[in-house]
């Protein structure tokens, strides 16, 4: 038997080397999988969903929408009919989701950098698709005012079980603008799915509010899914250095960016705000210190592997791992930490139709890489 330190040596190499080929086991405390790398050739791959036939859609940040065949293969022509798109920084075509009723309106929702009067800022759009181009393509939402800079975009895309729309929007590196309730910078929105503003969202009678507001406080969100049993918003966001956090979005809340945070300042190391907690303000279920950099998160409701359903999979660009959170309600009792360094930046994480899980990695010649379960 090989010892368990040469296996852990060639795993970079054996994962990178040819799609669909076997790789080696690797374990965790509840399953044994390998990992099998389905698509390669993705150019900083961003976000992914899921067609009914089986094919799945690519986001690719410089601003490209890739069709992927069931098995893997990825289509060469990009989809046409995208807006313009401003790929600076860390902008550029960032996610993707279908309608709950795709099967029925064939809509398909994307966000993106934009740029407009005053800089760049986040835009979420909609289109439908008809073989190798979006037709019927309409901009929905603005984050408005747009800035200078090229971070903190956000942004992941949401519907919840009555269709509202959930963007998630950054503070563009501009930290006192999450509190500001005339600016969507730093803020997470509701929408209906054409981008009408519900009538009971909570700011909505708020003479000095933007309407689209559900909740505000909120640095830079890449993550973001509904909890399976709830129904509930829970998202992710990056600190500063340290601070990266967990919650659960609820209307009108306060998540205290930046007047309360676990994070430092850059380079300095010195505080930010007033501490880590205020009252009014809300307080993370989980804090990563140092900063693990999350993007992408699921809950994983498959049955390929029994024992991990209903736990929360997070993505990590910066430690370039997935990280498995073990919930009880809405406290995390264990963290588990998978493919540390073996993939490389972890940028979305997941839960296929088939029950698989899958990753995005984020690199210049990225991949979709899928988690096949092993019986030991």
């Known amino acids: 038997m090989m010892p368990a330190r040469i296996f852990a040596?060639?795993?970079?190499?054996?994962?990178?080397?040819?799609?669909?080929?076997?790789?080696?086991?690797?374990?965790?405390?509840?399953?044994?999988?390998?990992?099998?790398?389905?698509?390669?050739?993705?150019?900083?791959?961003?976000?992914?969903?899921?067609?009914?036939?089986?094919?799945?859609?690519?986001?690719?940040?410089p601003g490209r929408l890739r069709l992927v065949e069931a098995d893997g293969t990825l289509d060469p022509r990009p989809v046409e009919g995208l807006p313009p798109i401003a790929a600076h920084g860390q902008g550029g075509l960032l996610d993707v989701a279908l309608h709950p009723q795709f099967a029925e309106n064939g809509w398909i929702y994307w966000s993106y950098?934009?740029?407009?009067?005053?800089?760049?800022?986040?835009?979420?759009?909609?289109?439908?698709?008809?073989?190798?181009?979006?037709?019927?393509?309409?901009?929905?939402?603005?984050?408005?005012?747009k800035s200078?800079?090229?971070?903190?975009?956000?942004s992941r895309l949401v519907f919840d079980r009555?269709?509202?729309?959930?963007?998630?929007?950054?503070?563009?590196?501009?930290?006192?603008?999450?509190?500001?309730?005339?600016?969507?910078?730093?803020k997470i929105v509701r929408l209906h799915d054409d981008g009408r503003i519900p009538a009971d969202n909570p700011f909505v009678n708020q003479a000095d509010a933007r309407p689209e507001i559900y909740s505000l406080?909120?640095?830079?969100?890449?993550?973001a899914v509904l909890h399976p049993?709830?129904?509930?918003?829970?998202?992710?966001?990056?600190?500063?250095?340290?601070?990266?956090?967990?919650?659960?979005i609820r209307a009108g809340r306060n998540y205290g960016w930046p007047v309360i945070t676990y994070g430092v300042q850059y380079v300095t190391g010195t505080q930010i705000g007033e501490g880590t907690h205020k009252p009014g303000m809300e307080q993370p279920l989980h804090v990563w210190t140092p900063s693990i950099a999350p993007s992408g998160m699921d809950f994983y409701q498959g049955d390929r592997f029994p024992r991990w359903r209903g736990d929360l999979f997070v993505g990590a660009l910066r430690s370039q791992m997935v990280t498995r959170l073990r919930l009880d309600g809405e406290k995390?009792?264990?963290?588990?930490?998978?493919?540390?360094?073996?993939?490389?930046?972890?940028?979305?994480?997941?839960?296929?139709?088939?029950?698989?899980?899958?990753?995005?990695?984020?690199?210049?010649?990225?991949?979709?890489?899928?988690?096949?379960?092993v019986a030991r």
């Open 9 to 61: 040596a060639i795993l970079p190499i054996a994962i990178l080397a040819v799609a669909h080929a076997t790789e080696p086991v690797l374990g965790s405390t509840e399953h044994a999988f390998r990992v099998t790398i389905m698509t390669r050739g993705l150019e900083h791959p961003w976000g992914l969903a899921f067609l009914p036939d089986g094919r799945r859609l690519v986001t690719e940040r």
């Open 148 to 154: 200078g800079g090229g971070r903190h975009f956000g």
């Open 332 to 373: 995390v009792v264990g963290e588990e930490r998978l493919l540390e360094g073996k993939l490389g930046r972890i940028r979305d994480v997941r839960t296929g139709p088939d029950g698989y899980l899958y990753l995005l990695t984020d690199a210049r010649n990225g991949v979709i890489a899928r988690l096949e379960p």
């Open 229 to 248: 049993v709830t129904g509930e918003l829970w998202t992710h966001e990056h600190g500063p250095q340290g601070g990266d956090e967990v919650n659960v």
């Open 113 to 145: 950098a934009a740029r407009g009067a005053g800089g760049t800022s986040t835009e979420v759009a909609r289109g439908r698709l008809v073989e190798h181009r979006l037709e019927d393509v309409e901009v929905l939402f603005r984050q408005e005012p």
């Open 162 to 186: 009555e269709g509202y729309l959930y963007v998630t929007l950054g503070d563009r590196g501009e930290m006192e603008r999450s509190q500001e309730m005339d600016d969507l910078a730093g």
């Open 217 to 223: 406080g909120n640095r830079n969100v890449q993550g």
